[in-house]
């Protein structure tokens, strides 16, 4: 059971470094900081071990509090970036212009 709860602090502290390292090089071009921003299904995946280790009868109050605490920051990551997707959908469909999908192999 420990070995769960170690992925989860694991891949917290890893996503949280890698946010740390984004707002430390504030002039790093965008294509590079987006690379380093968690992506939203690595968001998606880390809330989900989250809510699974919450789900646990068994949890500290401590421990269930951070957990809750870093799921709301990862509810807040997804959806600036759903809001984001969402805004470019509709600029590129008000521009009027025909959009040809071409699905990525």
Do not use: W
């Amino acid at each position: 059971m420990s070995g769960n709860l170690d992925d989860v602090e694991n891949e917290a502290n890893n996503i949280t470094k890698k946010e740390e390292g984004i707002n430390s090089n504030a002039g790093v071009d965008k294509e590079t900081e987006s690379t380093d921003k968690p992506d939203f299904e690595e968001s998606l995946r880390e809330l989900d071990k989250i809510v699974e280790e919450l789900q646990r009868s068994d949890l500290a109050l401590d421990r269930s509090m951070h957990l809750f605490r870093r799921g709301t920051e990862l509810v807040q990551i997804c959806k600036k970036q759903l809001n984001a997707a969402e805004h470019e959908v509709k600029e590129l469909l008000a521009d009027g212009n025909e959009i040809d999908y071409i699905p990525e192999n």
